[in-house]
């Protein structure tokens, strides 16, 4: 349980299906950020059967929307915002190759059965440790959709970022675990 | 009869923003640290202990608690006896500040115009403000900057009067339970009970900003803090919805008239970055 999975994407899927609830991982590499307005986006092109701004292949999402940098860091307070919102569009970028998601949260069951289909995980990082996990990023740039502002896409990437898996490819579920072994209702 | 000029108030706003979201509050820190004595799940306490990292990181460095910098809310008294000087009305000063406040403080815009439309209007503005004219005459404003996460996981109901004590002792559990690992636990579950549908929400809301670890002064309403607080604690849900005891760091109610025919009870989640701050005149 305390051992620390190194993960740099892209994942193939037999690293993602190695991966199991609970799991302690630390991601060193290139991750892509994206929260609602992005994922719109995104969606509203393979609606039209366009191409995505970027290889979405084996790659990882990192759900933020960032503060703005101070001059001379890289990037501002960078924790995690809430996933559920972004399930009615993660199915279909499931379906193109996404491997990973990071959150906050808990998420829906077209999502978790998604992940089963598609082979992917969906890791938790801390919400509300923005500042923390800011000094994990290394470098910041945005590759698409600079008129949302925080809500832009942005290639980031992280050096020892710390998540854990909270929902694997086989149905395991750290939430409904966490519940089972605290709860005394 | 007391003069101020709104530029001043300006002033003193933008620096409650950049402030308020970047110095995690004393109270906030003990609660933290206490409830970190006492969790049981190993997971639990690692996430406690990142979140208090965070509130040290945060001030040294001069960068946002969290990136959800927040709606700007403000709930201001103002005396009877105040005269407020210069361009615009109160809320077109404090207005001005959260505007400079946010940009020169690089803190996040997370505004957008309409809500359908959602078009970011790139200051932050415009805040949310609660003005109550109090005797005397001098001027606190409170600005406590609210989180979507937990705000969008908070809820009202419309009770039935009969359904009493009991059904808002469940709609308060319920709405924890729903709220799930969303509202970035550990929470501080804020309720108002009575009042009108509007005003219901509003005593949730004030009830947020009471210095945690403090007691209702109504015994009734203190032991009711403690019976909700226990019965969130053992939904198990814990730090980051990932299992343990802290799942709230405190509940507070605020109860107020109502109608003989209501029975109003509303749910205000706020994050563990419970932030508020006060500047008086």
Redesign the interface.
């Known amino acids: 349980m305390d051992k620390i999975i190194s993960l740099t994407p892209p994942l193939t899927n037999e690293v993602v299906l190695g991966l199991s609830a609970g799991d302690r991982v630390s991601f060193n590499g290139v991750l892509y950020t994206a929260r609602d307005a992005a994922h719109k986006r995104l969606v509203a092109l393979l609606d039209e059967g366009k191409p995505l701004p970027f290889d979405i292949r084996g790659q990882v999402i990192y759900y933020v929307g960032p503060t703005p940098a101070r001059p001379g860091r890289v990037i501002g307070s960078a924790g995690p915002t809430t996933s559920y919102r972004m399930d009615a569009y993660t199915p279909a970028l499931i379906g193109q190759g996404l491997k990973g998601m990071i959150g906050k949260g808990n998420r829906g069951e077209e999502v978790l059965e998604a992940l089963k289909q598609g082979k992917a995980v969906y890791f938790a990082a801390v919400g509300g440790a923005g500042a923390l996990i800011s000094r994990c990023i290394v470098s910041s740039e945005i590759i698409a959709y600079e008129d949302l502002g925080p809500e832009a896409i942005r290639r980031v990437e992280v050096r020892d970022f710390r998540v854990v898996v909270a929902n694997d490819a086989h149905g395991g579920d750290l939430f409904e675990e966490g519940i089972s072994r605290y709860g005394r209702m | 009869m007391k003069t101020i000029e709104l530029q001043q108030v300006s002033e003193k706003v933008k620096y409650l923003c950049q402030q308020a979201n970047t110095v995690l509050g004393e109270d906030v820190i003990a609660a933290l640290e206490k409830f970190r004595r006492d969790e049981?799940?190993p997971?639990g306490r690692e996430?406690l202990d990142?979140?208090l990292?965070?509130a040290r990181?945060?001030e040294e460095?001069?960068?946002?608690?969290?990136?959800?910098?927040g709606f700007a809310v403000f709930f201001v008294e103002m005396g009877r006896d105040l005269l407020l000087t210069g361009e615009g009305t109160l809320e077109d000063a404090i207005n001005r500040g959260v505007a400079q406040g946010y940009t020169e403080g690089?803190?996040?815009?997370?505004i957008v115009g309409d809500p359908l439309e959602?078009k970011?209007t790139?200051d932050n503005t415009p805040a949310v403000v609660h003005l109550k004219q109090v005797p005397g005459e001098g001027l606190a404003i409170t600005f406590a900057p609210k989180g979507?996460?937990s705000e969008?996981m908070s809820r009202l109901a419309m009770l039935k009067p009969s359904d009493g004590l009991e059904g808002v002792k469940n709609f308060v559990v319920e709405s924890v339970k729903i709220a799930?690992?969303?509202?970035?636990p550990p929470i501080i579950v804020g309720v108002g009970i009575g009042g009108t549908f509007e005003h219901c929400a509003y005593q949730a809301k004030k009830s947020l900003l009471r210095e945690l670890g403090s007691r209702h002064p109504e015994p009734f309403y203190s032991s009711l803090e403690d019976e909700l607080l226990e019965l969130v604690n053992?939904?198990?849900?814990?730090p980051?919805?990932?299992?343990?005891?802290t799942t709230a760091l405190a509940v507070h109610v605020e109860a107020h008239p109502c109608h003989i025919a209501s029975l109003p009870v509303a749910v205000n989640m706020q994050?563990?970055?419970a932030r508020h701050l006060t500047a008086t005149w």
Request: net charge positive; hydrophobic share 20%.
């Open positions: 049981e799940s997971t996430i990142q979140i990292e965070n990181v945060a460095q001069n960068a946002p608690l969290c990136q959800d910098t690089y803190l996040r815009k997370s959602r970011n790139g979507g996460g969008n799930g690992a969303n509202p970035c053992a939904t198990g849900i814990g980051q919805g990932l299992g343990g005891r994050c563990h970055s």
